[in-house]
């Protein structure tokens, strides 16, 4: 496989005429002579049996070996800064926790991305959403995002990281950033096996403007989705996109909506059963779904949402009845109040469907 493992922890400075490699999470700080520069590369690469003919002792480099993710060749800025920017929520001691993360079936990650024009900020979803979730979670941390990186490029971490996990036979749980990240996670899935996406929004996310190709975004998530054939059947629950003056979308034999006023009286097992056995689903849970009573805080609100106690009902249906092979959580968005509701419902519902995940 290509690519190269790298320990996250790991800080590789060049000063003068000596290389320091230090890791605060197990103490590790050492220095060596900058004439062995070509090192440094090796090590950046992961090559150790070439390290080892520079004549350093096998034992130096162990801490190389406590690595979990593979990292793209040729994406120096994942090698420089490592993989993930936090790693706070992580149980116990984060080096050990680390270690055996694997034993958790599902994995969190976040991606704070958020498109150039957001007038609010679902960047920092990621963030807002932790401090409700109960501690516990395996959780990876933040991608790193650049200021000038291109959504191609985040997108190859995404999908980077959900195929390590799927191989792993994990369950990946991103949390967003703004929609356009579903794309990158499904994408990775579907690569692996056919999937469906169910969605819970207050939008179709199939907003195109006429006779124009444009580029991937939350907007448009779901109907480029479609049309590079990565879903088998989509189903989106709470929308209420006529509120706001929206085109409907043209009908396609794929895609399901279910509106808000009826989701929001819809029993669970009516819902599970529509959500057909003969294909696996990926959960995605924009926090716009709800009523902006309950969720104030997203990047575009809709009047007539659902409430909080609907949403949970068919969040459990969906994570109970059917198999769910990856979760996000997206388009929480900074808050002004120092109780973020918003947030707060966004881990309710993921904790919710994190505990009938099965
Ligand atoms: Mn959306």
């Known amino acids: 496989m290509n690519g190269f493992m790298l320990n996250p922890w790991l800080d590789i400075k060049r000063i003068g005429e000596f290389i320091y490699i230090k890791n605060d999470q197990i103490g590790l700080n050492i220095k060596i002579g900058a004439n062995y520069a070509g090192l440094i590369d090796k090590l950046r690469l992961f090559q150790p049996e070439s390290v080892l003919k520079e004549g350093l002792s096998p034992s130096a480099f162990d ?205 669970p097992s009516c819902f599970a059963s529509m959500l057909h056995s003969d294909t696996d689903w990926y959960l995605s849970i924009d926090l716009d779904v709800l009523d902006p009573a309950f969720a104030p805080d997203v990047a575009t609100p809709v009047i007539g949402g659902l409430s909080l106690h609907a949403a949970r009902r068919l969040v459990r249906a969906a994570t109970q009845h059917s198999r769910i092979v990856g979760v996000d959580v997206v388009e929480v968005c900074a808050s002004t109040a120092p109780y973020h509701r918003t947030a707060h419902a966004a881990a309710t519902l993921l904790e919710d469907a994190l505990r009938s995940l099965t």
């Open 63 to 267: 801490f190389f070996r406590q690595t979990l993710i593979l990292v793209p060749e040729g994406d120096m800025l994942w090698c420089r800064q490592g993989i993930f920017q936090q790693r706070d929520r992580l149980p116990g001691n984060p080096f050990q926790a680390a270690l055996t993360y694997t034993d958790s079936a599902d994995v969190l990650f976040g991606v704070g991305y958020a498109r150039p024009v957001a007038a609010s900020h679902p960047a920092q979803g990621p963030g807002a959403i932790r401090r409700y979730l109960k501690p516990g979670q395996a959780d990876l941390g933040d991608i790193i995002i650049a200021p000038d990186e291109t959504h191609q490029q985040i997108g190859a971490r995404i999908n980077l990281i959900v195929s390590e996990l799927l191989h792993q036979e994990r369950r990946p749980v991103m949390l967003g950033g703004d929609h356009s990240v579903t794309y990158h996670a499904v994408r990775a899935i579907s690569a692996h096996r056919p999937v469906s996406l169910v969605m819970f929004d207050a939008h179709t996310d199939r907003y195109a403007r006429a006779g124009r190709a444009e580029p991937l975004t939350h907007a448009n998530v779901v109907q480029q989705l479609l049309d590079h054939q990565l879903v088998q059947q989509v189903m989106i629950v709470g929308v209420r996109d006529e509120l706001m003056g929206a085109v409907p979308a043209a009908p396609d034999p794929r895609v399901t909506v279910i509106p808000a006023c009826e989701a929001e009286f819809l029993s």
